[in-house]
C-alpha cells in the first residue's frame, strides 16, 4: 500500500517521456494493465491528483501514433475514471476532438470506438453541454472518403444513447448532420455508405418530417449566399485587374516580367469557376415509406 503512490510516480514519469519527449517504449500496454487495477482501487470523491493524472498522461496518450498498440488497455483506464466520476466525461471528450487524427483513418477509428464507449455513460445533460463540436466532428467523419471511418461513425446510430438523443434533441443533430448527409448523398463513391446514409436520413424523417425541410432548405440558402459572395469577390479582383492593366504600361520602373503577368496572366480558375446551387436531396415522404413497408410485408 505504501508504495502506490511511488509506483504511480514512477509509470507518470515514463509516460511523460514517451508523450512529450518522443522516446520510444515497448511496454506502455503492460504498464497500462498495472495501472488499470489501481485505478479500479481509488476511492471517491477522486483526489486533484488523480484528476489530472486523467488529464495530463492518459488523455495525451491518445495522439502517439503507436496508439493502436496499446488503445484496449487506455480505453479501460479511461473509461474506469468516467465509471468513478461521468463529470469527467465532457473534458475528456473535448480533449479527444483537439487530439481528433485528421491524417489516419485506422486512428480516427479506433476514436469513434472509444468517443462510443464515453457516451455509454455520460447522462443526456452531459451530452447536451459537449453536443455541438461533437457532433462536427462525428459530421466530418461521416463524409470522409475513407469508407471505413464513414461507416464506423454512421454506426454510431445503432447505439441506443446516440440515437436516444437524436430522437430528444433532433432540433439540434439535424443541423450538423445535414450537410455532410447530403455530400454523401450525392457525392459518396461506397454503395454501404449511400446505403447507411439513407437509414439516417429515413430515420430523420420519420421522427419529424416538417424540421427536415426546414433543414433542407436553410442549407439551400446558405448555399446561394456562399454563391453570392463569391460573384462579388470576382467582380471586386476584375476591377483590379483592369485598373492594373491600365496602369502598367505608364509604369516606366516596373520590370517587364511583371508587366507580362499583369497583362497575360490568366484568371484563377477558381475564381472563374461557379458555386454551383445544390440539388436537394430527393426523399420519400413518409406516407410512401409506408407503402414500401407495407408492399414488403405482403411479398
Given at each position: 500500500?505504501?508504495?502506490?503512490?511511488f509506483i504511480r510516480r514512477a509509470?507518470?514519469?515514463?509516460?511523460?517521456?514517451?508523450?512529450?519527449?518522443?522516446?520510444?517504449?515497448?511496454?506502455?500496454?503492460?504498464?497500462l494493465e498495472i495501472l488499470g487495477s489501481i485505478i479500479n482501487g481509488f476511492a471517491l470523491p477522486l483526489k486533484t491528483e488523480h484528476k489530472q493524472f486523467l488529464?495530463?498522461?492518459?488523455?495525451?496518450?491518445?495522439?502517439?501514433?503507436?496508439?493502436?498498440?496499446?488503445?484496449?488497455?487506455?480505453?479501460?483506464?479511461?473509461?474506469?475514471?468516467?465509471?468513478?466520476?461521468?463529470?469527467l466525461s465532457g473534458p475528456v471528450v473535448l480533449t479527444f476532438l483537439h487530439f481528433w487524427p485528421r491524417t489516419s483513418s485506422s486512428k480516427e477509428v479506433i476514436f469513434l470506438n472509444?468517443?462510443?464507449?464515453?457516451?455509454?455513460?455520460?447522462?443526456?445533460?452531459?451530452?447536451?453541454?459537449?453536443?455541438?463540436?461533437?457532433?462536427?466532428?462525428?459530421?466530418?467523419?461521416?463524409?470522409?472518403q475513407h469508407f471505413q471511418v464513414a461507416e464506423r461513425a454512421l454506426f454510431l446510430?445503432?447505439?441506443?444513447?446516440?440515437?436516444?438523443?437524436?430522437?430528444?434533441?433532433?432540433?439540434?443533430?439535424?443541423?450538423?448532420?445535414?450537410?455532410?448527409?447530403?455530400?454523401?448523398?450525392?457525392?459518396?463513391?461506397?454503395a454501404a455508405v449511400h446505403s447507411l446514409t439513407f437509414n439516417i436520413v429515413k430515420m430523420f424523417l420519420e421522427l419529424d418530417q416538417v424540421l427536415f425541410k426546414s433543414v433542407c432548405e436553410d442549407f439551400q440558402?446558405?448555399?446561394?449566399?456562399?454563391?453570392?459572395?463569391?460573384?462579388?469577390?470576382?467582380?471586386?479582383?476584375?476591377?483590379?485587374?483592369?485598373?492594373?492593366?491600365?496602369?502598367?504600361?505608364?509604369?516606366?520602373?516596373?520590370?517587364?516580367h511583371i508587366k507580362l503577368?499583369?497583362?497575360?496572366?490568366?484568371f484563377p480558375a477558381e475564381l472563374l469557376k461557379k458555386v454551383e446551387?445544390?440539388?436537394q436531396m430527393e426523399y420519400p415522404t413518409i406516407e410512401e415509406h409506408l407503402e414500401q413497408d407495407t408492399k414488403g410485408s405482403m411479398e
Amino acid at each position: 500500500m505504501s508504495m502506490r503512490s511511488f509506483i504511480r510516480r514512477a509509470i507518470n514519469h515514463i509516460f511523460f517521456k514517451v508523450i512529450y519527449r518522443d522516446v520510444r517504449h515497448n511496454g506502455i500496454a503492460e504498464l497500462l494493465e498495472i495501472l488499470g487495477s489501481i485505478i479500479n482501487g481509488f476511492a471517491l470523491p477522486l483526489k486533484t491528483e488523480h484528476k489530472q493524472f486523467l488529464r495530463n498522461v492518459l488523455v495525451p496518450l491518445h495522439k502517439l501514433p503507436t496508439l493502436a498498440s496499446f488503445h484496449q488497455q487506455l480505453t479501460i483506464c479511461v473509461t474506469q475514471f468516467i465509471e468513478k466520476d461521468s463529470s469527467l466525461s465532457g473534458p475528456v471528450v473535448l480533449t479527444f476532438l483537439h487530439f481528433w487524427p485528421r491524417t489516419s483513418s485506422s486512428k480516427e477509428v479506433i476514436f469513434l470506438n472509444e468517443i462510443e464507449e464515453i457516451l455509454e455513460l455520460c447522462t443526456t445533460e452531459q451530452i447536451l453541454k459537449i453536443h455541438e463540436p461533437l457532433f462536427r466532428a462525428i459530421a466530418k467523419s461521416v463524409q470522409s472518403q475513407h469508407f471505413q471511418v464513414a461507416e464506423r461513425a454512421l454506426f454510431l446510430w445503432n447505439n441506443d444513447i446516440i440515437a436516444g438523443f437524436t430522437h430528444d434533441y433532433r432540433d439540434k443533430v439535424l443541423p450538423l448532420l445535414y450537410p455532410a448527409l447530403h455530400e454523401n448523398n450525392k457525392h459518396h463513391w461506397n454503395a454501404a455508405v449511400h446505403s447507411l446514409t439513407f437509414n439516417i436520413v429515413k430515420m430523420f424523417l420519420e421522427l419529424d418530417q416538417v424540421l427536415f425541410k426546414s433543414v433542407c432548405e436553410d442549407f439551400q440558402n446558405a448555399f446561394s449566399e456562399v454563391a453570392k459572395l463569391k460573384e462579388a469577390r470576382f467582380y471586386k479582383w476584375e476591377k483590379i485587374r483592369e485598373l492594373a492593366r491600365a496602369n502598367a504600361p505608364s509604369q516606366p520602373d516596373l520590370e517587364e516580367h511583371i508587366k507580362l503577368q499583369i497583362l497575360e496572366r490568366p484568371f484563377p480558375a477558381e475564381l472563374l469557376k461557379k458555386v454551383e446551387t445544390p440539388v436537394q436531396m430527393e426523399y420519400p415522404t413518409i406516407e410512401e415509406h409506408l407503402e414500401q413497408d407495407t408492399k414488403g410485408s405482403m411479398e
